[in-house]
């Protein structure tokens, strides 16, 4: 089945820091988006994008819809203690498609 | 609102045993899905449903039954456990009109021995 792979499968950074990850597909998708898992808990979701090129904040998180639809990026800027998590990224190739989950990027914050 | 709830928590099977995991939503949701999340795999889906009495099959769905009698509730069921079921099960529900945006039950860890 279609795969989404999502780099760096683990990142540990200083609080302060800021973090960039991105998710890369074979495939074109329609729809990117960007989950957090908490640890003990279900996803989040972050951010939709919906249209190439598409930029979106959500507070200190940016993510980006890739110009050729086939990756997405998403940024934090200046990482704080509550930032540790599971970060996925998800895309939908057509509308009637089910949404197709990478395996995400681990945030470890150093005290 | 309790969002969306899941039990039991956690729970340990033996090899054949069977076993209902039960999903509860609040918020009216049409849309309502089961997936499960192994390490390094991410979260795959197994089944779904569109609405109240109507199933579809998701990514990985041998081993599993579902049913939606009522909108509200979304059961997951193992006839014959087997130690591969071994994972978190997650349930999620969605609004029709806005698929995308999906809110996750807490989740229940299955250890099958």
């Known amino acids: 089945g279609q795969q989404l792979n999502q780099s760096p499968q683990s990142m540990f950074i200083q609080e302060g820091e800021d973090v960039s990850m991105n998710c890369t597909s074979s495939s074109i998708f329609n729809t990117w988006l960007w989950y957090k898992q908490d640890p003990g808990e279900g996803p989040v979701l972050l951010i939709a994008l919906y249209k190439a090129g598409e930029l979106t904040s959500n507070g200190r998180l940016t993510a980006q819809f890739g110009i050729t639809r086939k990756d997405s990026f998403l940024n934090i800027s200046a990482s704080i203690p509550s930032d540790v998590g599971i970060y996925f990224c998800?895309?939908?190739?057509?509308?009637?498609?089910?949404?197709?989950f990478g395996k995400g990027t681990r945030l470890h914050i150093l005290p | 609102n309790a969002g969306v709830t899941q039990t039991p928590k956690f729970r340990v099977l033996k090899t054949g045993q069977s076993m209902t995991l039960l999903c509860a939503q609040d918020?009216?949701?049409?849309?309502m899905y089961w997936y499960r999340q192994d390490p390094g795999m991410g979260l795959r889906l197994i089944h779904y449903s569109v609405g109240e009495g109507t199933t579809a099959k998701g990514e990985v769905p041998d081993g599993y039954n579902v049913s939606r009698l009522k909108k509200q509730n979304f059961l997951l069921g193992l006839e014959s456990a087997a130690p591969s079921q071994t994972s978190v099960y997650f349930c999620?529900?969605?609004?029709?009109?806005?698929?995308?945006?999906?809110?996750f039950g807490p989740g229940t860890r299955l250890t099958v021995l």
């Open positions: 998800a895309g939908r190739m057509n509308r009637d498609d089910k949404i197709i």
């Open positions: 918020m009216n949701h049409e849309y």
């Open positions: 999620a529900s969605s609004y029709t009109n806005r698929p995308n945006e999906q809110f």
